[in-house]
């Protein structure tokens, strides 16, 4: 009870202000109830300040609501539609998936960009935008700030990405299949794939589609290798610090992706009626717009505009760098 207390004006901040950024969301589907969220969050925590009482609820939000909605997400997820898709778009997405992170660190050590910054910036460019942001920052123990920034690049980078690529694919020839793969590869939000790839035509929609969400399970691997990264690092400086010192991987598994394959495992046994489907996808949504919403509450906009536009300059090369890798992959295969 008295943990529902100290949660409950965090929990009741952080819902009202998602629902009207869900709402709003809904009204402006390019931009998306995340982004409402995050930049609401911002502007009510730097205007007018959060409360005290609010931090313990917001921290939750920001934290276990996040992934309990990446668990929902994997209700949607075919392992074997995963499976087969991957099999056929491995060779750009493994080439693209890791460029994207070494372009991150080796452009982000040039920049002086914070090693945690540029790690996000480059899961959410090169995986699936706001989401893999959402999934790795928790592992590597991201703050609010950098969260809060590099969703705001990713999200630059998708609306010019909706923008543009649908006109660059017919200027290219690409078929539907091609640019599909295209666009599922070097579009970084889900949302923002889907508006490119049916701005295109349906198939290309349709392929799209599939192949982002075939990227999004690329999630699992990469959070547990960052988390086995994270945990030597402790580890050693546990043993530096004191000889008794330790430290277990436990402490830092990421445990709710277990739960997300758990999810797409159940899915793909057809144990989720269409019904229900409609429902774990609104819910989990609306507990992304939550989350984002609670890490908008949580950045201070003092230290974000400190960092300068470095980050922006990071994401832009790190995009570009994926895109142009992801079109040249595809031609070289013959899948464009």
Same mark, same amino acid.
């Not at 008295?2 to 709003?24: H, Q």
């Not at 969050?41 to 007018?48: D, E, K, Y």
């Not at 778009?89 to 998936?97: G, Q």
């Given at each position: 009870?008295?943990?529902? %207390? ?7 901040? +952080?819902?009202?202000i998602a629902a009207v950024a869900y709402g709003l969301g809904l009204l402006f589907p390019l ?5 409402? *969220? $995050?930049?609401?969050?911002?502007? /009510?925590?730097?205007?007018? #300040? =959060?409360?005290?009482? @609010?931090?313990?609820?917001?921290? &939750?939000?920001? =934290? %276990? ?18 499976? =087969?898709?991957?099999?056929? @778009? ?5 080439? !693209?998936?890791?460029?994207? &992170? ?6 982000? #050590?040039?920049? #002086? ?5 540029? +790690?996000?910036?480059g899961a959410g460019t090169g995986i699936c935008g706001g989401s893999a942001i959402a999934a ?16 705001? !690049?990713?999200?630059? &980078? ?53 192949? =982002?969400? !075939?990227? @999004? ?13 994270v945990g030597w690092s402790k580890k050693r400086e546990a043993a530096a610090a004191s000889e008794?010192?330790? &430290?277990?991987? %436990?402490? /830092?598994?990421?445990?709710? $992706? ?9 899915? @793909?046994?057809?144990?989720? *009626? ?5 429902? $774990? ?25 400190? +960092?300068?536009? #470095? ?21 070289? +295969?013959?899948?464009?």
């Amino acid at each position: 009870m008295n943990g529902l %207390k100290s949660l409950g004006p965090g929990l009741a901040l +952080t819902g009202i202000i998602a629902a009207v950024a869900y709402g709003l969301g809904l009204l402006f589907p390019l931009i998306g109830g995340s982004v409402f *969220g $995050i930049v609401i969050g911002i502007l /009510v925590n730097n205007l007018w #300040r =959060k409360p005290q009482n @609010t931090w313990q609820g917001i921290r &939750f939000c920001s =934290k %276990k609501v996040l992934q309990w909605a990446i668990i929902l997400l994997g209700c949607r997820l075919s392992l074997s539609e995963v499976w =087969k898709t991957g099999t056929e @778009t491995f060779a750009v997405m493994i080439v !693209t998936l890791l460029l994207s &992170f070494a372009a991150a660190y080796g452009f982000g #050590r040039l920049l #002086r960009i914070p090693p945690r910054m540029a +790690t996000l910036i480059g899961a959410g460019t090169g995986i699936c935008g706001g989401s893999a942001i959402a999934a790795i920052s928790p592992v590597i123990e991201a703050e609010e700030a950098e969260i809060a920034y590099s969703i705001s !690049t990713i999200f630059l &980078f998708n609306i010019v990405a909706v923008l543009v690529f649908p006109a660059l694919g017919h200027a290219l020839g690409l078929s539907d299949a091609g640019f599909g793969l295209w666009a599922g590869t070097a579009v970084n939000d889900t949302s923002s794939v889907v508006a490119a790839g049916y701005a295109f035509s349906t198939a290309a929609g349709d392929y799209a589609t599939i192949v =982002k969400l !075939t990227r @999004t399970t690329m999630i699992v691997p990469i959070a547990i290798i960052m988390a086995v990264v994270v945990g030597w690092s402790k580890k050693r400086e546990a043993a530096a610090a004191s000889e008794g010192g330790s &430290f277990s991987i %436990k402490q /830092v598994f990421p445990w709710f $992706i277990l739960w997300f394959l758990a999810a797409s495992l159940l899915y @793909t046994l057809g144990l989720f *009626g269409e019904q229900l489907l409609q429902w $774990i996808h609104l819910a989990a949504q609306f507990m992304i717009v939550v989350a984002l919403t609670a890490v908008g509450l949580s950045a201070d906009f003092r230290q974000m505009t400190a +960092t300068g536009v #470095r980050p922006m300059i990071l994401g832009l090369i790190v995009w570009l760098v994926v895109s142009v890798t992801g079109y040249a992959v595809g031609t070289l +295969t013959g899948q464009m």
